[in-house]
C-alpha cells in the first residue's frame, strides 16, 4: 500500500513542473524512491519484531530488560491470532502485540501520534488522582493539542476551543470528542490500509515449524 505521504506526492506535480521539461518524470521518480524506503522501513520493522519474538509452539520466549531493570517477555502472536485483529478494530486494539505492529506501519505512515493520543487518554481515563489528572491533562494537551505541538493531532477548531476551555478543571471527559475522532480516523483510514499491508500480511503467514532428527541412541 502507498502511504498518505507517497499519494500526495503523487498527485503534487503542479503547473510549475508540467511547464519545466521532465518536471513530473523527477517527481515519479521521488514518489518511487519514497515508496521503496517506505517498503524498507516496513520490512526492517516488521523483522525487529519477528527477532525480538519467539511463536508460542516452539515453549520458549525471549526476554528483554527495560529501564527499571525487569524483563519483559516477547510473545510472536499465532497466524490465527494476527488474522484475528481483522475482525474488528478494537480486536486490534485489545492486543499488546497488535498495538505495537499498528504503531510501527502508523510510523510508516507518519501519523503514529494519533495511536499515541489514544493510548494516552485511555491512560488518561483510570486516573484516579486529581492532581494527577491536571497534570496528565497539561501533558497531552502540550503534547497533542497546542497548535504546532512535537505531536499535534487533527482536530477542528471547535473541539480544539472546547478542550482549552476545560484544562482550568480538566475532567475524565475533556478529550472525550477528540479521541472519538481521532478513533475514526484511524478505524475508517489506517486501519483497513493496515490490514492490506505487507507487513500485517506477513504477520498472518505461517510460521515454518523447526524438526529435529531423532537422536542415535
Not at 475482525?87 to 486494539?93: A, G, S
Not at 502508523?106 to 499515541?116: A, V
Not at 478529550?175 to 506477513?202: C, H, T
Request: aromatic share 12%.
Amino acid at each position: 500500500m502507498q502511504s498518505a505521504m507517497f499519494l500526495a506526492i503523487q498527485h503534487n506535480c503542479g503547473q510549475a513542473e508540467r511547464s519545466t521539461p521532465g518536471g513530473c518524470q523527477k517527481s515519479e521518480e521521488k514518489s518511487g524512491k519514497m515508496k521503496k524506503t517506505i517498503l524498507k522501513d516496513w520490512k526492517t520493522r516488521l523483522s525487529y519484531f519477528l527477532q525480538n519474538s519467539q511463536n508460542t509452539s516452539n515453549g520458549s520466549t525471549n526476554t528483554a530488560v527495560n529501564k527499571r531493570g525487569k524483563k519483559n517477555t516477547y510473545c510472536r502472536p499465532t497466524p490465527e491470532e494476527a488474522m484475528s485483529w481483522s475482525e474488528t478494530f478494537d480486536d486490534l486494539l485489545a492486543s499488546k502485540y497488535g498495538v505495537a505492529a499498528f504503531r510501527a506501519f502508523l510510523k510508516s505512515e507518519f501519523s503514529e501520534e494519533n495511536l499515541e493520543f489514544w493510548l494516552a487518554c485511555e491512560d488518561f481515563k483510570k486516573t484516579k488522582s486529581p492532581q494527577k489528572l491536571s497534570t496528565k491533562a497539561k501533558k497531552i494537551y502540550d503534547e497533542f493539542i497546542e497548535k504546532e505541538a512535537p505531536k499535534e493531532i487533527n482536530i477542528d477548531f471547535q473541539t480544539r476551543e472546547n478542550i482549552i476551555q476545560t484544562m482550568q478543571d480538566p475532567s475524565f471527559s475533556c478529550f472525550g470528542a477528540a479521541q472519538k475522532r481521532v478513533y475514526s480516523l484511524m478505524e475508517n483510514n489506517s486501519y483497513p490500509r493496515f490490514l492490506q499491508s505487507e507487513f500485517y500480511q506477513e504477520l498472518c503467514k505461517p510460521v515454518p515449524q523447526i524438526t529435529r532428527e531423532p537422536q542415535a541412541t
